[in-house]
C-alpha cells in the first residue's frame, strides 16, 4: 500500500525530528509569504499541497523526490 503525501511528510518529520511549525517557517523563510501552520496541516489533511510545494519541503527536509520506472 502507498502512502499519501500527508503521511509521508509526517514521516519525514518525525525521522527529522521537525514539527509542523517548525516547518511553517521554514517554508515562511524560503517563500517570503506567511504560512501558518494551520493552513499547513489543512493542505495536508485535504490533499491540495501543490506539486511544487511538496518539492519545496522535501529539499527543506534535505530529500529529493525522484520518479522510478514500476
Not at 500500500?1 to 524560503?30: F, Y
Not at 509569504?33 to 519545496?56: D, H, I, W
Given at each position: 500500500?502507498?502512502l499519501?503525501?500527508?503521511?509521508q511528510?509526517?514521516?519525514?518529520?518525525?525521522?527529522?525530528?521537525?514539527?509542523?511549525?517548525?516547518?511553517?517557517?521554514?517554508?515562511?523563510?524560503?517563500?517570503?509569504?506567511?504560512?501558518?501552520?494551520?493552513?499547513?496541516?489543512?493542505?495536508?489533511?485535504?490533499?491540495?499541497?501543490s506539486?511544487?510545494?511538496?518539492?519545496?519541503?522535501?529539499e527543506?527536509?534535505?530529500?529529493?523526490?525522484?520518479?522510478?520506472?514500476?
Amino acid at each position: 500500500m502507498k502512502l499519501l503525501v500527508r503521511e509521508q511528510i509526517k514521516t519525514l518529520l518525525a525521522q527529522e525530528g521537525i514539527l509542523l511549525k517548525d516547518l511553517a517557517a521554514m517554508i515562511s523563510e524560503r517563500t517570503g509569504k506567511n504560512c501558518a501552520p494551520n493552513v499547513l496541516s489543512r493542505k495536508l489533511t485535504r490533499g491540495t499541497l501543490s506539486y511544487n510545494e511538496t518539492l519545496m519541503i522535501a529539499e527543506l527536509l534535505g530529500y529529493e523526490i525522484s520518479f522510478n520506472k514500476i
